[in-house]
Every structure is written in structure tokens, then in C-alpha cells.
């Protein structure tokens, strides 16, 4: 079995520290991990993912790194993206984005792909991920796929992922920050969940200091968003365990832990 781990929305510098804390006790809870996986895209102070914050991420443990509609919020990482093919931008972004939207990397038990898409509801998809998913699917050599689906709608999350289910290893959501209580694996054998949740911090409105979400709300005014960086941190996480000979999933178990 290949054993995933996939870390929901990372948001700020109390997130990125709580990832440094809990990747060595899954490991141990896990007896190992081949894979790990987690969105970064609000990594960064200030939103997006900069350099420090996935050097930092990388540093913990984390072998791929996915994205999402703030993907290129800081301009330090363009660089990045065209030089790391670890990190990874929405495939389903624009072409003319730096960055790819998938890679194939290489565990002790095999090849995985990793591939990152965006929805299009309420979000700035360039094209289908529908679509851009039945062109790829004949271009991938490993049966081991993986995919990071960062999506507003949860009728859009569970429509891609029972297209391609018996398609892909596994697909779950991101980009609300709320852990959904829906973790299975469908009739054909892909795991799927509607969204992993986020790294972040307890004491907030999905990441965000209460008082800002409100004042934004209720004024409709600009508004700054800014970051708790201490006190408790929510870490929301799920494991996966593939079968490296079908590239079905025969296990997933949501982590949801108050650090």
C-alpha cells in the first residue's frame, strides 16, 4: 500500500508551525508515509505561498505542494513556479500562468501523480477540469492519481469525483477551510472528500481575526484580512492508502486535531 497524506489549506505562519509539529507524529501514527501532499496556498503572510513560506513546508516534510485561486497572490514565488515542479498552480488555470498543474513523483512504492484543479463555480477557471481531466487521464503512465480539486461548490467537488471514479487514486476538495464529515470511498474505488478543511488558526473565521470577517460583512467596505499568528491551531489532514497494483483506495481516515 502507498500511504497519502493530504494537509488541508495551510493559512499563515501558525499554520506552517503546527505542519512542523504534526508531520512527525502521523508519521509515527502511520508507521511511515510514502506521500505527502498539502495545499500552500495561504501559506505566506498576507495570503498566497512565497518562497520562505514552501522552502519552510518542504523543510517540514512535504513533497508536493498544491494551489488555488490564490495561488499567485505573492509575486515572490513566480519564479518558483517555473523552476519547482513540485509546487503546483491549478492545471485548468491559464496556460499563459507560470507553473504546471500536475507531477508525477516517485515514492518507494511507485509512481503518483499529483494534479491540482480549480472549479469553476463562483471561482476564475479558465477552462473545464471535466474536460481537462479526460485529456490527461491518457497522458498519465501510473494508475496511482491523486487529485486536489479546489472548489467553492460541494455538488461540483462530488460531480468531478464521481466522473472519475474507478479513474483515480483518490479526490478531495479544498478551499473552504471546514473539514466535511463525508470522508468514503465510492462504488468504483476512489477515496473522496468534499474538503480536507485547514491548518489555521481555532480562534478565527476560516483563518481570518472574527472582527475583520465582520466588519467586511456588515460594512461591504475593503477590508484587510489578517492572520492570528498564536494560540490554538486547527490541523485538518486526511490519510489515504492505495493500492499501488490497482491504484484504488482502500483507506481513508479524516485527522482533525486542535494543536
Known sequence: MIKILFIGDI???????????MIPKLKEKYDGLDLIIANAENSARGNGVSKESAEFLFGCGCNVLTGGNHSFRN???YKEFKENNLILRPLNFSKNCP?????VFETKKG?????????????EAATSAFDE???LLFKIKTKNIFIDFHAEATGEKAALANFLDGKVSAVVGTHTHVQTNDARILNKGTGFLTDVGMVGPYDSVLGVFPNL???RITTKMPVRFMVPEEGKCVFNAVYFEVNEITGLCEKIETINEIV
Open 11 to 21: 493559512v499563515g505562519l501558525i499554520g506552517c508551525r503546527t505542519v512542523k509539529v
Open 75 to 77: 509575486f515572490s514565488i
Open 99 to 103: 507553473g504546471r498543474g500536475f507531477v
Open 111 to 123: 509512481f503518483v501523480a499529483i494534479i491540482n484543479l480549480i472549479g469553476q463555480a463562483y471561482l
Open 133 to 135: 481531466m479526460k485529456n
Open 213 to 215: 470577517v465582520i466588519r
